[in-house]
């Protein structure tokens, strides 16, 4: 677990931890791959997190059956979002949102669930991706279950997005173009 309670930092090199913490006080800021199975809480609602470069990837454990949470207002330079995630408030991505489903995920597992009410930003690409057996559901939900509501996506870069084998269920697309699945 890492954990930043209070001051300025700047990651400069890659990083692999369980849970990442940031403080109400504390601003965090990297160009680094970051890479969290578990829980991202970013308890600053004004400068907490900011990337200029790197991915950041939120996963869970391969045997883990919750979902880990992804809270607070962030600036992702690249977000890989990988197994079962739920988004709990409004990103800024400013290049590539990325989710791919395995084969190795069981089918609870893979899935994205969007806090109502939330908006994704990204800059340049849309990226997700289910399998022909096994669909990826990207929904309005919360840490423990699917819920009735609405989440926006607004594409503000390019219209070169990847979205296959998904359903995308509540989602308000303020892109200025559409969102097409491909099957």
Same mark, same amino acid.
């Given at each position: 677990?890492?954990?930043?309670?209070?001051?300025?930092?700047? !990651? %400069?090199? *890659?990083? &692999?931890?369980? =849970?990442?913490?940031?403080?109400?006080?504390?601003? #965090?800021?990297? /160009?680094?791959? +970051?890479?969290?199975t578990g829980n991202w809480t970013?308890n600053n609602s004004t400068d907490?997190?900011?990337?200029?470069?790197?991915?950041?990837?939120?996963?869970?454990?391969?045997?883990?059956?919750?979902?880990?949470? !992804? %809270?607070? *207002?962030? &600036?992702?330079? =690249?977000?890989?979002?990988?197994?079962?995630?739920? #988004?709990?408030? /409004?990103?800024? +991505?400013?290049?590539?949102?990325?989710?791919?489903?395995?084969?190795?995920?069981?089918?609870?597992?893979?899935?994205?669930?969007?806090?109502?009410?939330?908006?994704?930003?990204?800059?340049?690409?849309?990226?997700?991706?289910?399998?022909?057996?096994?669909?990826?559901?990207?929904?309005?939900?919360?840490?423990?279950?699917?819920?009735?509501?609405?989440?926006?996506?607004?594409?503000?870069?390019?219209?070169?997005?990847?979205?296959?084998?998904?359903?995308?269920?509540?989602?308000?697309?303020?892109?200025?173009?559409?969102?097409?699945?491909?099957?």
């Amino acid at each position: 677990n890492l954990t930043f309670t209070s001051g300025t930092f700047n !990651l %400069s090199d *890659a990083l &692999t931890v369980k =849970n990442f913490t940031i403080g109400n006080t504390a601003e #965090v800021s990297t /160009s680094a791959n +970051i890479t969290v199975t578990g829980n991202w809480t970013n308890n600053n609602s004004t400068d907490g997190f900011t990337a200029t470069g790197g991915t950041v990837k939120l996963t869970t454990a391969s045997n883990d059956t919750t979902r880990a949470t !992804l %809270s607070g *207002a962030n &600036t992702f330079y =690249n977000l890989n979002l990988d197994r079962n995630i739920a #988004v709990l408030g /409004s990103n800024t +991505i400013s290049q590539d949102l990325i989710m791919h489903r395995t084969a190795g995920d069981a089918e609870a597992k893979g899935n994205i669930y969007f806090a109502a009410n939330t908006k994704q930003t990204i800059g340049r690409k849309f990226d997700f991706k289910g399998l022909t057996t096994k669909r990826l559901l990207a929904t309005c939900g919360n840490a423990t279950a699917e819920t009735d509501g609405t989440w926006e996506i607004e594409c503000t870069g390019s219209n070169n997005h990847e979205l296959k084998n998904i359903d995308l269920k509540g989602c308000i697309n303020s892109s200025g173009y559409p969102l097409v699945v491909q099957d």
